[in-house]
Nanobody
């Protein structure tokens, strides 16, 4: 069984910073892609950023230049450094791991979500 555990959310003022972490645990051989998605109230879940095991990154246009995604393959952990936060970044942020290879095959997994609120 694979579990993704997120941490680092909270309340921050506009212009502030937060760093999210997501650690994957279980009998994992490899993970092709790790990433972050977010869902604001009344909206669909949307991609924020992804990073491959080789370090290739992809960002939504709304966060380019403000957010940085990184991962530590040895620790099966992905990070999201969020700077210059705006009220419109307020959402529940979900960690995602895709192409996760375990003894039972290859699957996709989601974390439980962590709330990020940007408000003065």
């Amino acid at each position: 069984q694979v579990q993704l555990v997120e941490s680092g959310g909270g309340l921050v003022q506009p212009g502030g910073s937060l760093r999210l972490s997501c650690a994957a645990s279980g009998s994992i051989f490899s993970m092709t892609v790790m990433g972050w998605y977010r869902q604001a109230p009344g909206k669909q879940r949307e991609l924020v950023a992804t990073v491959t095991s080789g370090g290739y990154t992809n960002y939504d246009d709304s966060v380019k230049g403000r957010f940085t995604i990184s991962r530590d393959n040895a620790k099966n952990t992905v990070y999201l450094q969020m700077n210059s936060l705006k009220p419109e970044d307020t959402a529940v942020y979900y960690c995602n791991a895709d192409g996760v290879l375990t003894t039972t095959g290859q699957n996709k997994y989601w974390g439980q979500g962590t709330q990020v609120t940007v408000s003065s």
